[in-house]
């Protein structure tokens, strides 16, 4: 079975502080996916990353980075939080392209910034 | 953009009677994914189709491309069933660009005993 871990299932941190969120999948896929989910909005994409150090935007990346050294490891970063920024992210990765390739998500991490 | 339209928002039923959720999109789409969400946030990928019907148990997700629109159905609903319900699409490749899915807003559905 594809396994996805991340790094916690909550977290709490302050305003300003810089959030690092790890993602961890067992299965050698290639494409890594962040989201986050809001209530009214459903899932939308943060970035993704398609292969090692290689990384592209998604809908909406502003105040995120991300960093893919491994090709097991795809970590999303908030280099300064915010309260906006208190969300469900979820993890999930995929053999290859979505269009023939279901993806599997980790349990998610529910972010608290005060 | 795709647009990715589920319906209905919120479903109540008994057990044993069967479900339909709906899911409607604007743009011509390479795949469509139906998803499983406890609550808890744990998502599972229930089906991943570009035409035609699959089952799997006693769920079967539908596809009409010319109609732009997806059904999933449950028959003999049971209360483990509960959960939010969520279509995904993914567009046609296009040379370029971040491979994610685009996202309806999901379906809570509730089975009551």
């Known amino acids: 079975d594809v396994k996805v871990t991340q790094s916690s299932r909550y977290l709490v941190k302050r305003t300003g502080e810089k959030v690092f969120l790890e993602c961890v999948q067992d299965?050698?896929?290639?494409?890594m996916f962040w989201y986050r989910q809001d209530p009214g909005l459903g899932l939308r994409l943060i970035y993704f990353?398609?292969?090692?150090?290689?990384?592209e935007k998604g809908d909406i990346p502003e105040g995120y980075s991300v960093s893919r050294e491994k090709k097991e490891r795809f970590s999303l970063i908030l280099e300064s939080a915010s309260t906006n920024q208190t969300s469900m992210y979820l993890c999930?990765?995929?053999?290859?392209?979505?269009?023939?390739?279901?993806?599997?998500f980790g349990p998610g991490t529910r972010l608290t910034v005060l | 953009k795709n647009e990715v339209e589920q319906s209905p928002q919120n479903l109540t039923a008994q057990e044993g009677e069967f479900i339909t959720i709906n899911c409607s999109y604007s743009?011509?789409?390479?795949?469509l994914h139906w998803l499983q969400q406890h609550p808890g946030g744990g998502i599972v990928s229930l089906f991943m189709?570009?035409?035609g019907k699959k089952k799997h148990g006693r769920l079967i997700a539908t596809i009409n491309i010319q109609e732009k629109h997806s059904s999933l159905h449950i028959t003999a609903s049971h209360p483990r069933d509960s959960a939010v319900y969520i279509c995904?699409?993914?567009?046609?490749?296009?040379?370029?660009?971040?491979?994610?899915?685009?996202f309806g807003k999901g379906t809570h559905l509730i089975i009551q005993p």
């Open positions: 999930a990765s995929s053999l290859g392209w979505t269009g023939n390739n279901e993806q599997f």
């Open positions: 299965m050698d896929h290639e494409n």
């Open positions: 990353s398609y292969d090692v150090k290689m990384k």
């Open positions: 743009v011509g789409i390479s795949a």
């Open positions: 189709l570009s035409s």
């Open positions: 995904a699409v993914r567009g046609r490749p296009s040379g370029g660009g971040a491979d994610g899915l685009t």
